[in-house]
C-alpha cells in the first residue's frame, strides 16, 4: 500500500483524488497539507509540511506553484517522492524541480491522462510526417477559474509538433502581415470547461486536426494515483506519463 499526502487537499482536485482512493487496494491518502483544511474528511490536514507525522512514501500536488519550495524540502528531508500535477512554474522554480530530482523521484506532466498523452505521441508523429507544407495552431479551453495561460498541456503539445524549432505566437493581436513559420497557441477560458485541446495542421486543401475532450477531472486525479503508485520508491530522477506509457 502506497501511502499519499495530498497536497492542496482543499481543492477541487484534493476532494476527487480523496474520492477515488477511498477504498482503492494500492493507494491511501494518510493526511494533507493546505491553508484552508476541508471538514470532516476523515484524515489529518496540517497548514505546513513541518508538522506532518504521518509515515508518507509519495506527495500527489495539485495546489500553487508557492508550496512548492517548502514541499520539495520536506520531500528530500523524509525520502518522500512527489507527484506534480501543478502548472504554472517560474524558470527558477523548473530548475529547483530538476536539481531536486538528483534527491529524489519526481513525477511531473502538465496531463495526467492517458488520452492526452496518446495525444502527444499522435501530434509528434503528424509534426515529423507533414513537415513546413502544414501550418500548425493549437487551441486550448479551460474553465473561468484557471489561473495560467497557455495551459501547461497546451506547451506540451507544442513541443511535441515542434519538429523544426519554430517559434511560438500566443494569440495574433495586433500581428499584422502574413503567416511565418511559427505555431500558434491560443487560450480560451470561460464557464466550467474542465479541459479541451486540439491541434490544427493546415495545409493546401486540407486540414487536419486532432483533439482531446476531457469531461471530468476524475481523469486527472486517477492519473495521478497511478503515478504515485509507480512513482514509489523509485531511485532519483524526472517520470512522466512516458515512462507509464
Known sequence: ??????????GKMGGVLL????????????????IHAPENIGIPVYKSFGAVKEKVDVIIDFSSPAALSD???????NGVAVVIGSTGYSEEQLKLIDDTSK???????ANFSLGVNLLM????TSAEVLGDKFDIEIIEKHHNQKVDA???TALMLAQSANANNKEYLYGRDKTAGKRGKEIGIHAVRGGTIVGEHEVMFAGEDEIITLSHSARSKKVFA???????IFVAGKPAGKYDMQDII
Open 19 to 34: 474520492e477515488l482512493m477511498h477504498g482503492d487496494g494500492n493507494a491511501k491518502a494518510v493526511c494533507g497539507v493546505d
Open 222 to 228: 486517477a492519473g495521478a494515483i497511478k503515478a504515485a
Open 71 to 77: 514541499e520539495l524540502k520536506w520531500a528530500v528531508k
Open 150 to 152: 497557455p495551459s501547461g
Open 103 to 109: 534527491s529524489i523521484a519526481i513525477f511531473k506532466t
Open 121 to 124: 505521441k499522435l501530434v509528434k
Open 1 to 10: 500500500m502506497v501511502n499519499v499526502l495530498i497536497c492542496g487537499i482543499g
